[in-house]
Structure formats: structure tokens, C-alpha cells
């Protein structure tokens, strides 16, 4: 069992960072394409294996840490995910 959590763990304007479609950076859905750290692990794991995506967190605020320390306390595998939310100081 693995664990896949944290605000960059399934979030595709994340990876991307700014600069990605607008020089702030992109929301989830503005991507024609792209996986996600979740969608790659899910996609490359043993069929056998089962992946958990549990966010956890986002960038500002907690959204159940509960469910995520429940969800870790059975995982073989944790995978958390941190990064930063797109950004960029000013038009360039």
C-alpha cells in the first residue's frame, strides 16, 4: 500500500510552477495534457499494489490530518509531495 499525499501530490498547476500558461501559473484544469505525480505512481505500480491519494493539506490550511495520519499508519509507502504554489513577482 502507498500513500501519495500533500498539496503537490495530484495537482498539475503545482508541478508546473508559474510561467507555465500565465505568468502566475495555471489552475488544474487550463492543462491540455499532463500526469500528475499521483497519475504516474498509480500508473507505474504493481496492479497488484494499491495507491491512496489523501491531500491532507493544501498550501494554507489543513483538511483532515486525521485521515491522513490514518491512512499513513497502514501505508508500506509514503510519498508526500510539498512544493510551492506558482508564483512570479511581476510581468516579465
Do not use: K
Not at 8 to 16: H, I, M, P, T
Not at 26 to 47: H, K, V
Request: with cysteine; hydrophobic share 35%; net charge negative.
Amino acid at each position: 500500500r502507498v500513500l501519495v499525499t500533500g498539496p503537490a501530490s495530484n495537482s498539475l498547476g503545482v508541478q508546473s510552477g508559474g510561467w507555465s500558461i500565465h505568468w502566475q501559473g495555471a489552475e488544474d484544469d487550463e492543462f491540455p495534457t499532463g500526469t500528475t505525480i499521483f497519475e504516474g505512481i498509480s500508473a507505474q505500480i504493481d496492479p497488484q499494489s494499491t495507491v491512496i491519494w489523501n491531500e491532507g493539506v493544501t498550501f494554507t490550511d489543513v483538511i483532515d490530518i486525521d485521515s491522513v495520519v490514518s491512512d499513513a499508519t497502514g501505508a508500506d509507502a509514503i510519498i508526500l509531495c510539498v512544493g510551492e504554489p506558482p508564483e512570479a513577482e511581476g510581468e516579465g
